[in-house]
Each structure stands twice: as C-alpha cells, then as structure tokens.
C-alpha cells in the first residue's frame, strides 16, 4: 500500500498555510499572556477559540491526500 502524502499538492499553497499557522500562534501566545496577567475579556476569549479551530482546519488541510 502507497503512503499517501500528507503535504497539499503545491508548495505554494503548503507556504501559505505555514505562514497562517505562524500568525495564527503568535496571536494565540499574546493573547495567552493577556490572560496571565489581565485576563481575557469575552471577546479575547472568542477569538482565542476561533483562532483554535481554524489551526484545526489547516492541519486538516495538512493531512488531505493527494
């Protein structure tokens, strides 16, 4: 049985995705030390959410066969 490959067909569209993710992370650990010392206000708090489920939906991405 072949391995199926887990990288997107084009290396451009697989960039794109490694520079969301990069963003995605940063904002997440600001937002992470916001709530250390201040604490999330319900707005943070959703986009801190929101920016965990779309890493979902590129490492999903990530693991689509081609």
């Known amino acids: 049985m072949k391995p199926r490959s887990i990288l997107p067909s084009s290396p451009h569209a697989l960039g794109e995705i490694v520079e969301e993710m990069d963003h995605l992370f940063q904002r997440q650990i600001e ?36």
């Open 31 to 66: 937002l992470m030390r916001s709530e250390a010392f201040a604490g999330l206000t319900p707005a943070e708090l959703e986009e801190y959410d929101k920016i965990g489920e779309r890493i979902r939906c590129l490492f999903g991405e990530l693991a689509k066969p081609k």
